[in-house]
């Protein structure tokens, strides 16, 4: 099963993610995990990403799809993977069309996960508010950040619902049902 998971941010992608490598046992890529656990270890990845993380604008195409190149072909992925916060342009998308016929894999399913912006921000700033609590917090979750993170998405990742519509792969779910349910509902779709 090879997924991808689009969403604004908070939307649930990472939580969704999560519960459909338990059901499927593939495991979740997230760029967004890759680039922070860079950022922590200072790896010179990590340095050159930090700044546009912090400010919530997007790292080059160049440096993801290299992530995501790399880490498709390592062996727990052999059997399928669930992408989460990637692809964010369409751009990128295309690199990925590239690198899966290079590998002769095949996407099953792009599943949109919707929200309301208003929800999404407090979601984002209660998330933060938690994890300053216990010390985890991200960086990129204060409010003028959340608020740019949600415009790039708008901007630069939005246009690929369209992009995944006309190639027949979309389906639609809605993300502010309980997290089981959003669950059940994507497996449900990619059934189908
Ligand atoms: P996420 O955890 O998916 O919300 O990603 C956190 C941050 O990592 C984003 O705001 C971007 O700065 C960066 N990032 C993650 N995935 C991508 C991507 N596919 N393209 C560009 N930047 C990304």
């Given at each position: 099963m090879r997924l991808i998971l689009l969403g604004p941010p908070g939307a649930g992608k990472g939580t969704q993610a999560k519960n459909l490598t338990e059901a499927y046992n593939i495991p979740q890529l997230s760029t967004g995990d890759i680039l922070r656990s860079a950022i922590r270890a200072g790896t010179p990845l990590g340095l050159q990403a930090k700044a546009i993380v912090d400010r919530g604008d997007l790292v080059s195409d160049e440096i993801v799809n290299g992530i995501v190149s790399d880490r498709i072909d390592q062996e727990d992925a052999r059997n399928g993977f669930i992408l989460d916060g990637f692809p964010r342009t369409i751009p990128q998308a295309e690199a990925l069309e590239r690198m899966l016929e290079e590998k002769a894999m095949k996407l099953n399913a792009v599943v949109e996960i919707t929200a309301d912006a208003e929800t999404l921000t407090r979601r984002i700033i209660n998330r933060a508010r938690e994890g300053a609590k216990t010390s985890?917090?991200?960086?990129?979750?204060?409010e003028e950040v959340v608020r740019n993170r949600l415009n790039v998405y708008r901007e630069q990742t939005a246009p690929l619902v369209e992009y995944y519509r006309t190639k027949g792969l979309l389906k639609t779910v809605d993300g502010m049902a309980p997290v089981e349910e959003v669950t059940a509902a994507i497996m449900q779709a990619v059934k189908e």
């Open positions: 985890g917090a991200r960086a990129d979750d204060n």
